[in-house]
């Protein structure tokens, strides 16, 4: 790919510091399934599992901004759950809970938790483990709003034998985002799978040449095979 033209080359540098607020050009969007209330009318319901849980009968107008995290899992097909802004660790877990509160006795689908938080993009998620294929990992992976208005959602971990890494990128070009954008997913596309890709602004939204990129170096088809070696300094 030809240099951005400018007085001085522009480099892509990995680096290892940690970043700043993050502003990714590969946003998950979800459109939720449910109310935070959980019926149409706006009443509290009173089951015990609607207490925890919506009904999913009815869908919510507003779309969610969601970060996915690209981590490999410390289990095998662990579900990770964000908890960053979670505001009530009780209403989590009685969500959780609920999941096997249909189930056979003993037949768990919701299976437990592992003790440590992992870490994306500067937030916070649990690792869960659930039945395969069951109607509780369903949901976990729709999502869901629990009674405080919170939305709950699961994604699935990736393998352990999976090559994913995480790059600082530093002196990027100054362009138009949507430029900026083309640029970095044409130039490392040569390199891996590009998962998540993005841009480092400060508290105040200032752009200050530095990004990120989440690249899942594991050939999956024969193209990725021919991957070029990632280099620590690349040119955009």
């Known amino acids: 790919m030809q240099p951005t033209s400018t007085s001085h080359p522009t480099w892509a540098q990995v680096a290892s510091r940690k970043g700043r607020t993050n502003h990714s050009f590969r946003p998950t969007i979800i459109q939720p399934v449910g109310n935070v209330n959980g019926n149409d009318n706006g009443e509290h319901a009173t089951s015990a599992t609607s207490q925890s849980l919506?009904?999913?009968?009815?869908?919510?107008?507003?779309?969610?901004?969601v970060i996915r995290p690209f981590l490999k899992g410390i289990e095998e097909n662990s579900v990770l759950i964000d908890i960053t802004d979670l505001s009530s660790w009780d209403?989590?877990?009685?969500?959780?809970?609920?999941?096997?509160?249909?189930?056979?006795?003993?037949?768990?689908?919701?299976?437990?938790?592992?003790a440590p938080i992992r870490k994306y993009l500067q937030r916070s998620y649990m690792e869960t483990m659930w039945m395969s294929g069951s109607s509780a990992l369903s949901?976990?992976?729709?999502?869901?709003?629990?009674?405080?208005g919170t939305f709950i959602k699961g994604f699935l971990s990736f393998s352990a034998d999976a090559h994913i890494i995480k790059v600082r990128?530093?002196?990027?070009?100054?362009?138009?985002?949507?430029?900026?954008?083309?640029?970095?997913?044409?130039?490392?596309?040569?390199?891996?799978?590009?998962?998540?890709?993005?841009?480092?602004?400060?508290?105040?939204?200032?752009?200050?040449?530095?990004?990120?990129?989440t690249l899942n170096l594991t050939p999956s088809t024969p193209r990725e095979a021919t991957f070029e070696?990632?280099?620590?300094?690349?040119?955009l």
């Not at 919506?54 to 901004?65: E, P």
């Open 139 to 148: 949901k976990i992976l729709d999502g869901f709003y629990l009674l405080d």
């Open 91 to 114: 209403l989590l877990f009685a969500a959780l809970s609920n999941f096997n509160s249909d189930c056979l006795p003993d037949y768990e689908e919701y299976l437990g938790r592992l």
């Open 169 to 213: 990128l530093e002196r990027l070009p100054y362009l138009p985002t949507a430029i900026l954008k083309l640029d970095m997913e044409s130039r490392f596309s040569y390199f891996a799978e590009i998962l998540d890709l993005g841009i480092y602004k400060t508290s105040a939204g200032c752009y200050m040449g530095q990004g990120y990129a």
């Open 229 to 235: 070696p990632l280099q620590r300094v690349i040119l």
């Open 54 to 65: 919506v009904d999913n009968a009815s869908t919510s107008a507003d779309s969610i901004h």
